[in-house]
């Protein structure tokens, strides 16, 4: 607050508010109605009239990114400079562009895709909407190439950039940074998926910017801005259903904007059953019920701007163990625990239970809470961005059949993050941003009889300043960052309890006592850097290359780990030695843009030092150890390693053939296990890195109708994708942890339309998409159900759980 009045106290007088008016029209020169009118950078958005006229007010002089967008046109950004005397023309083209240059606000600076030494893709929700997803993580796995995720189920995915991913991609959630307990496996990311309006990618470290947690890069979900004519209340209501677990998702959003006053809000809920597949049939305990309520309320004036944040998510979401029946194959249920469950004499799982939409014993219940504000102010020529926020997130994992009220984890998260950035006011021609950033952390147990990690506390602060500077047609971008983080934690000791016979957190002198974990402090410290250009050879083709030093602290389970983590199964060891890692990555690429198509193509090497992974414990004789019967038990070892790749796109768009666009995108990755010591014991077992994607390729056509103002329906589209898998052979074989993944085929097909009213509006908006149309059996070999398997052979000769099969999804909106 103080830091806030200063500001104000040495603001210049105030400049006067201008407002740019403007036309939205296609090539043509007709009026393109109800087009969308935003400056992403200061939270500002309108809708133009019938007439494709518009007004944006309360902008101050200077320059502004601009980004235009209307149901079947391609979105166009432009950059004008306030005042001006005549209104604006935008005029949109009638295209389906992958590589469209939009305005990407994740960087220190607003920044074109195409000019940014570090690669970065963009989703914009209709290429969202366009989908049947899963979660927000799936929808952007399928549009961004190199992107892929860890799946435990269809609501679980844990987001992975180029072969890297738990704490060392940050996911932002408009541009605060979310905090979860993200190093488990079993829970998803907590946002709503229908609330996200964009959602940009950085491939590559992003540590410069974001510090620790940022080494392979962000994902970064953006909500969507009040958008309307001033002094209307205008929304949306969206309905969804999914055949590959009877999904049915509904969504209500208002949104309102006035004199620079900005309010919106959003309630979503979200309730699924077991998935389908054809080799397991329905999954036991795969299903979820999802609530999540979001809120903004704002202010934009020519002075800045400030909005505050709040949202609640509430996840009850089953955990499946993959027990069956040895000889059927059907699944089972645990009705015991410890000596008393016998896996071989579970009962089966009756297909009534399979069926419900109703929760088993065995689940957890996730929530999740924000608050946060960010604001931007004027201070003559330069700006100062603010960022802070509070969330919390209560976790819990319910693993006791006998005892289904007991949590055997119940852990509560909370975060304190905060964030200063200043854009100095440009310097002989050079662009100038310092800031800080970091986060407080608080972990505790609560009622708990499992105790995987320590409750422990964590501080976290780093400076950075990135400057930018164009010499004709070559644009530098360089920066420098330095973080220091505080790990500690007091004597943990745990017990057992005489009246139930379960663990519980105890203290030094109860009977029985242990001391899972001493008392810990460390100090963690790293340099972060980045130098990169890009350069326009004419006016199509751009040529750009980067290299970046990465830092990351290892995460709380990495070092402090020491029991069992009841939802994955899993008792991991964690290493109190361990010493931060760096990375050193190098990017090149090279992007092409016409009017009738856009290709790009990415490369990529990084070198990793004290890379952290996870390897399975075995004792002398080869063994599996099982600390606790019927849990493997993982321990993290630390090795350099080594991963290259690299990404292409093509995006065919015909100016002769106008309603016709095909794009294309693959990717590859290779990790490669750079440790001597261990590949002197196992061999060729232990070349690669574990958890490393298999190549994947993904092509689409698309039809798209003619876009015509005065027609009734409008955005009209069909679609068919094919989605290639090669074979994964490529795998951290050591001790069994990984095996070879067979390669697939996927087919999909989609059609939509959009109904507009005789006046233009939009009336209703229809998406059906077909996922899978063949119902081919595959495992995916990032998906974690592929490992849940009892027994060593299976009479059908599979082994494991299958991913999803044949998936039909159905969404209406209806715009108000």
């Known amino acids: 607050m103080k830091l806030l009045l200063l500001c104000l106290l040495l603001l210049p007088a105030l400049a006067r508010a201008q407002a740019l008016r403007g036309h939205v029209q296609d090539q043509a020169g007709q009026p393109v109605p109800y087009a969308s009118v935003a400056v992403p950078a200061r939270h500002l958005g309108t809708t133009a009239d019938a007439s494709g006229t518009f007004a944006l007010p309360d902008l101050p002089p200077g320059p502004h990114a601009l980004e235009v967008s209307a149901v079947g046109y391609a979105s166009a950004t432009q950059t004008i400079t306030l005042p001006t005397a005549a209104p604006l023309v935008v005029r949109l083209a009638k295209a389906e562009k992958a590589l469209t240059e939009v305005v990407v606000t994740g960087v220190s600076r607003s920044t074109e895709i195409r000019r940014s030494p570090v690669p970065i893709a963009a989703l914009s929700k209709r290429e969202i909407m366009l989908n049947s997803n899963a979660n927000i993580i799936d929808a952007a796995v399928r549009g961004v190439p190199g992107l892929s995720a860890v799946t435990t189920g269809p609501n679980v995915s844990k987001p992975f950039i180029r072969g890297l991913g738990y704490n060392r991609v940050l996911t932002l959630y408009n541009g605060l940074r979310q905090e979860g307990q993200q190093w488990g496996d079993e829970h998803g990311i907590e946002v709503d998926n229908y609330g996200v309006d964009r959602v940009e990618v950085v491939k590559g470290p992003a540590s410069l910017l974001y510090g620790s947690d940022a080494v392979a890069g962000v994902v970064n979900l953006l909500p969507a801005l009040p958008t309307g004519p001033a002094g209307e209340l205008h929304g949306e209501a ?220 964590l501080f976290d602060l780093g400076g950075f300043g990135v400057a930018k500077k164009a010499f004709g047609q070559l644009e530098l971008t360089g920066g420098l960052r330095y973080d220091t983080r505080v790990v500690r934690w007091a004597d943990f000791y745990t017990a057992t309890d005489p009246a139930t016979g379960f663990g519980m957190a105890a203290g030094s002198v109860a009977a029985g006592a242990e001391l899972p974990f001493p008392a810990f402090r460390a100090v963690y410290r790293g340099l972060s850097a980045s130098l990169g250009g890009s350069y326009a050879v004419g006016e199509h083709l751009v040529l750009r290359a980067n290299v970046a030093r990465g830092y990351r602290a290892p995460n709380i389970p990495e070092i402090g780990s020491n029991g069992l983590d009841p939802g994955a199964h899993i008792v991991y060891l964690g290493n109190r030695s361990f010493g931060p890692e760096f990375s050193l990555q190098q990017d090149a690429g090279v992007l092409w843009k016409s009017a009738g198509w856009e290709a790009s193509a990415e490369v990529f090497h990084n070198y990793v030092e004290n890379f952290i992974y996870q390897a399975r414990l075995f004792d002398a004789q080869g063994q599996p150890v099982e600390v606790v019967p019927g849990n493997a038990t993982y321990q993290y070892q630390q090795a350099a390693a080594r991963l290259y790749g690299g990404e292409v796109a093509l995006n ?89 993944t067979a390669g697939y085929l996927l087919l999909g097909a989609g059609a939509g339309t959009t109904l507009r009213t005789k006046a233009g509006r939009e009336a209703v908006q229809l998406f059906v998409q077909v996922d899978n149309i063949f119902d081919t059996a595959y495992q995916a070999h990032l998906n974690r159900l592929k490992y849940f398997e009892y027994y060593a052979a299976s009479p059908t000769g599979r082994t494991g759980i299958y991913n999803p099969g044949r998936n039909m999804g159905v969404k209406v909106v209806v715009p108000f």
Request: net charge neutral.
């Open 238 to 457: 969206l309905a969804e259903y999914q055949s590959v677990n009877a999904l049915l998702g509904q969504s209500v959003a208002l949104n309102y904007q006035n004199h620079g006053l900005q309010t919106s809000f959003r309630a979503s809920h979200r309730l699924a059953r077991d998935y389908r597949n054809a080799v397991d049939g329905l999954v036991y305990n795969t299903g979820f019920r999802e609530l999540t309520l979001t809120g903004m309320v704002g202010v934009q004036r020519a002075w800045g701007g400030l909005h505050l944040w709040l949202t609640a998510y509430n996840n009850h979401q089953e955990i499946p163990d993959g027990s069956r029946d040895s000889l059927s194959r059907a699944f089972t249920r645990q009705i015991f625990e410890a000596d008393k469950d016998d896996i071989k004499a579970r009962p089966v799982v009756s297909d009534a239970d399979l069926r419900a939409y109703g929760q088993s014993d065995l689940r957890q219940h996730l929530q999740h809470y924000r608050a946060f504000a960010d604001g931007n102010i004027k201070l003559g020529q330069g700006e100062l961005r603010l960022l802070g926020g509070v969330q919390q997130n209560h976790r819990q994992e319910f693993n006791h059949p006998t005892a289904p009220t007991q949590a055997g984890l119940d852990l509560r998260l909370t975060t304190v993050s905060y964030e200063a950035r200043y854009l100095l006011p440009t310097w002989h021609g050079i662009e100038l941003t310092a800031g800080a950033n970091g986060m407080s952390q608080a972990n505790e147990h609560l009622a708990a009889t499992d105790f995987p990690i320590p409750a422990y506390r």
């Open 652 to 740: 065919l768009h015909p100016a002769a053939l106008p309603w016709l666009s095909w794009r294309t995108g693959a990717a590859f990755v290779i990790g490669l296990n750079d440790n001597p010591a261990l590949r002197e014991r196992v061999g060729a077992a232990s070349r690669y890195l574990p958890l490393i994607p298999a190549p994947q390729a993904r092509t689409e056509l698309r039809l798209s109708a003619p876009a015509r103002p005065a027609a009734r329906l409008s955005g009209t589209y069909l679609r068919l994708s094919l989605d290639g898998t090669a074979p994964q052979n490529r795998y951290y074989a050591v001790d069994g942890a990984e095996t070879a």
